[in-house]
T-cell receptor, first 111, second 114 residues
Framework: SQQGEEDPQALSIQEGENATMNCSYK?????LQWYRQNSGRGLVHLIL?????REKHSGRLRVTLDTSKKSSSLLITASRAADTASYFCAADTGTASKLTFGTGTRLQVTL | NAGVMQNPRHLVRRRGQEARLRCSPMKGHSHVYWYRQLPEEGLKFMVYLQKENIIDESGMPKERFSAEFPKEGPSILRIQQVVRGDSAAYFC????????????FGPGTRLTVL
């Protein structure tokens, strides 16, 4: 079954606006991670939130986790054109440490 | 400290040929993971290896695909008799010996099967 389904699939905003992406997962997790992928490139680790945490900040990033709803959100504040990328959530279920990725949100930030 | 290295970055093969993808983990990392990404999709786990051992290969197709991580040298993902459906980006990630929550990803190998 698919873990980490994300919405929206695509999001287009103007520079300076905030971008919110959501992720839902199906089974218990050790932690949930967010990655960024620029077009045709590898993945960059953004932030990790553990199952006993509810909110975490890193620079312009804010991640929340609601284990009762099996959902997480990633907020990027004051977006920049350089934030244009695909964003993936990845669930660490503790099974051999493999990550189960969502389908991703494609974020477009225009000037 | 160099990051995870993968080569080649781009690989073109004709149907029926073999594809060999290499991954050199970060220095000091002994855990390697392979993932596949089809166009417009997220990454799908394939296999998790430690030095000389396959720990979890639940995501590997039953036929034509194999992986190894020898005592010396890079990890190899081998695809025999490639078909067009194997065209994808293949990513390798590594993590250190002690349990680590974070995996460090390489730039990927983009395989195109003609």
């Amino acid at each position: 079954s698919q873990q980490g389904e994300e919405d929206p699939q695509a999001l287009s905003i103007q520079e300076g606006e905030n971008a919110t992406m959501n992720c839902s997962y199906k089974t218990s997790i050790n932690n949930l991670q967010w990655y960024r992928q620029n077009s045709g490139r590898g993945l960059v680790h953004l932030i990790l939130i553990r199952s006993n945490e509810r909110e975490k900040h890193s620079g312009r990033l804010r991640v929340t986790l609601d284990t009762s709803k099996k959902s997480s959100s990633l907020l990027i504040t004051a977006s920049r054109a350089a934030d244009t990328a695909s964003y993936f959530c990845a669930a660490d279920t503790g099974t051999a440490s493999k990550l189960t990725f969502g389908t991703g949100t494609r974020l477009q930030v225009t000037l | 400290n160099a990051g995870v290295m993968q080569n080649p970055r781009h690989l073109v093969r004709r149907r029926g040929q073999e594809a060999r993808l290499r991954c050199s983990p970060m220095k000091g990392h002994s855990h390697v993971y392979w993932y596949r990404q089809l166009p417009e999709e997220g990454l799908k786990f394939m296999v998790y290896l430690q030095k000389e051992n396959i720990i979890d290969e639940s995501g590997m197709p039953k036929e034509r695909f194999s992986a190894e991580f020898p005592k010396e040298g890079p990890s190899i993902l081998r695809i025999q008799q490639v078909v067009r459906g194997d065209s994808a980006a293949y990513f390798c990630a590594s993590s250190p010996p002690a349990h680590s929550d974070t995996q460090y990803f390489g730039p990927g190998t983009r395989l195109t099967v003609l």
